[in-house]
């Protein structure tokens, strides 16, 4: 929320006032608590049918609230010794009234969910929890579970890779149990979702849903209706990550050697004289020179002539070639490249860069070029998550976001007192001239630091600038650690060290959001922590996130950020001359600037890159709210089908309709005119159905009447021969396989127009405008073209008669209906009816993948939740199981 | 000596007094186009120039190896990938 000053002061806190309210709330929790202490656990336990009860007669969760959250709280403190403290249980109250509780770092955020989770999973509706990661799921799920088990709550987790456990407080994985962990034992996807509460990432959850609306049958929709989700780290999954639509695609045309070409080309090319650079908008633009030399060295006469590829590859060599960094964006792993999160500088395999710059980086670097892909089914975070009915998150930094939240997902911020005063300094931030003296400053604090015995933890922006940072103190012989992307095998036992006296700890992001540094036991009286930041991020979060690693729990501790005119924030909001002048009025490399005042200046250039990175992500959102406008649509027609919807009266329809729009435009005294028509016609009657030009002549005005009647006589014969059980399933296959083929195609083609809609602004017309303008014609096509697909292969489909297979056949995640077995199996050992007719384009089930480093067909098969020898580790490693915890 | 003269005489002054202005501005802003920007951070080029020399040997090194622009095997096991940032 913006402070306004004096406003506030005059009106009160808002803040405040919510937290007074809240607070009323707590005391009545309290006053159950002496009650409930006294109750044997069985007896606590039988609160849970109680509290159904009471839903089912008149009250609702909040005439609950305060009872069931004293239950909730009283068992936590007897099955795993947590009991929360009276400030967690003002964010429960928040979580529950679905807002976000900004919470410190060490306050307990896990713990604060517990009671919200419970009252909400009194429904029966399903509650999710959504973590970054699947270890944090994992190990979430299997701390509280003891809570909710003992609550009469079951607990499910879904996992990256089709991987599902339910919370069994009994199991024990062993030889032949089927894989595993202790108590998590492996079941089936949709028996997760059915569990009253459910654990999971955000990529998980969004991916079922795309699954789930490709699937060809509803026994393989595995969600139920998207009642009620807390996210954990809610500003990383709503904001940060949200930049990042899910997408589930397939491979396209093979990768072209123009990627090559024009990465060599592009090296040739000199900074300011051919091409000049846009810091703010990061982007790069060449002059008249550099698109001479261009052509020159590739000898094309124009590179924006007739073809239109060429500009999009030039676009993305420069992307990658000025753009793009080894090692602060990127890094090259087993000869792949692997993106390095910008916000959690952690590694993102299986994440490409879009629009062909994940190819031009693969040139770029020597590296095999993949192919490009089609997108099948894609949405983004901001949509996947307005489906929930409500919607709560916690995290340590909202607030700097507090407008967006309300904007995009109308969620509030609550910022929650600390249990414990908070005590840490926050000195202000000092400016150096060039980033080398900036380096030497950190170098020369860390050492006085070490000297006194204080631990450092030192944040950079980059893996590079670590690399760097560690020669330096190599140099000056300070023992450090260093945690990277690249180096981060040891991460726990490094964040285990971070506290304790003398370590120095040199990390990218990695070491901010989620990091738990508990101090040694002489540290606090030496002052803690210390940390340092090498650069100031674009957002705010990033940095309060690190300094937020220091003073948890009211520890002491302080933080510094150091900055130089050489930063990217820097460059991008100082005026160019700004330095130059300091350089001419004295200023040296060891003469820094400190005040209050820069600290704020900087925090006020990181407001306008915040407030430039939200307008990008509402514009983002702006354009997907209208393709998301047809995903509903069309999903919700998939869905009608998938529930038995009258399927006959729906293919009938179709196929009338698309008959009467063809003789509605026919001229019956035209001879032409019905030489055109019956082309149409040969297309979609059967060839003794089709009348000849003369006949249609004859019959004048009545031509429309017959053929229509020909038409259904001819439907309802195929359904006398094949009988109406083997017909359904026809037009249920039909259906599905003309929605889903129209809708990649839709998807692409829409994905293409947005692309190419800006160039509207040239005629001064808002791209988005024409944008929803076009999309709209688009979406009237996708139903005309479905509508003439249907009405084109209904009499065409024949049924074949295929022998049973020997073995229940593996489901299919080949969740398009693409070349897998088609019709339900309804039996064993009999033979079965398949339709049989020629597809079009679709991929094989394998070959779909999302962008989020998983298979996104992995069969949602029975024991397929055991972890293989050979799959990726849970814990994100990026190694082999057998060779990580596997070992 | 008429207006008239006077004014002939004057004119083509004028005009070339002009003429040599416009020439003046038009240079003046050529140069500022060609100036280097007013300041730029150069501390650390000597360490970025020994970075992206050791990258280029490594790309080099790729190539080389055959990091191989037509292998088609991995192709066929890849399980990831797939696309896409900046929406």
Redesign the interface.
Known sequence: MPKLGFISRLLGDSNEKELGRIWKIVDEINDFAAELAGLPDDALSAKTGEFKSRLAEDEDLDDLLPEAFAVAREMAARKVGERPYDVQLIGSVVLHEGRIAEMKTGEGKTLTAVAPVYLNALLGRGTHVITVNDYLARRDAAWYGPVYHALGMSVGIVQTNNISFVYDPEYKPGEGSGGGYELLRPCERRDVYQADITYGTNNEFGFDYLRDNMAPSIEQKVQRDLYFAIVDEVDNILIDEARTPLIISGNAEEASGTYMAFAHAVRTLVEEEDYQVDHKAKHVALTEEGIEKLERVMRIPNLFGQDSRLVRHLEAALDAEVLKRIDRDYVVKDGEIIIVDEFTGRLMPGRRWSHGIHQAVEAKEGLRVQRESITYATITFQNLFRLYEKLAGMTGTAETEAEEFHKIYKLEVVVIPTNRPMIRKDLSDVVYINERSKFNAVVAEIEELNAAGRPVLVGTTSIEKSEYLSSLLTRKGIAHNVLNAKQHEREANIILDAGQRSAVTIATNMAGRGTDIKLGPEVPSLGGLHVIGTERHESRRIDNQLRGRSGRQGDPGSSRFFVSFGDDIMKRFAPEWVPGMMQKLGMTEEMPLESRMVTRAIEQAQQKVEGYNFDVRKRLVEFDDVINEHRTIIYGEREKILRGADTRANVVGLLIDELESLLRDANTSSYDSLEVLQGELREILQVEDLPSIDEMEQLGSELADEILDRAEDRFEQIEGAVGAENMRKVEHWLLLETIDYHWREHLTAIEDLRQSVGLQAYAQIDPLVAFKREGYDMFQQLQENIRRQVARTVFKVRLVEQPAPSTVPAPTANTSGVNGNLGPVEGENEPKMYPAVPRATAPPAAALRTNRDEVATATRAPGSQKIGRNDPCFCGSGKKYKRCHGA | MGIAALLGLALPLVMAGGAIAAWRMTRKEAKRDEE????R????DD?RRE?DAA?ET??????QAG?????EA??ET??????????
């Open positions: 280097p920007a007013l300041w951070d150069d501390s650390l360490w970075r990258a490594e790309r080099i090194a790729r190539s990091a191989n622009p037509t292998g991995k192709e890849a399980t990831k990938k797939h696309q896409r940032i900046g929406g």
